[in-house]
């Protein structure tokens, strides 16, 4: 079992910048590719960005491609999503999650969630 908690969420306004983070316990951290994924109000949840067990390895949507960057660090267990100039449509609640695979872009791939951390930001 892999028990994870996202942080770093919050108000923002457009154009601005916030890192969302993710800490993992229970299992070996380095064993499992990691994801994030958003869901906003009436919408799918949907992939946002991936990296592989290592690190070596990253996967984005193409709506966040040039300004989000996902990156782990294995020594802290942790797996941080960096958001840069955020848009409205950006606002949702950001999901973290872990896949027993070496890295997924597919919710039913994905094999932990965390609960969640909120992301709005404003126009």
């Known amino acids: 079992q892999v028990q994870l908690v996202e942080s770093g969420g919050g108000l923002v306004q457009a154009g601005g910048s916030l890192r969302l983070s993710c800490a993992a316990s229970g299992r070996t951290f380095s064993n499992y590719g990691m994801g994030w994924f958003r869901q906003a109000p009436g919408k799918e949840r949907e992939f946002v960005a991936a990296?592989?067990?290592?690190?070596?390895?990253?996967y984005y949507a193409d709506s966040v491609k040039g300004r989000f960057t996902i990156s782990r660090d294995n020594a802290k267990n942790t797996v941080y999503l960096q958001m840069n100039s955020l848009k409205p449509e950006d606002s949702a609640v950001y999901y973290c999650?872990?896949?027993?695979?070496?890295?997924?872009?597919?919710?039913?791939?994905?094999?932990?969630w965390g609960q969640g951390t909120q992301v709005t930001v404003s126009s």
């Open positions: 990296i592989s067990r290592s690190g070596g390895v990253t």
């Open positions: 999650a872990a896949t027993r695979g070496s890295i997924a872009t597919l919710r039913y791939e994905y094999n932990y």
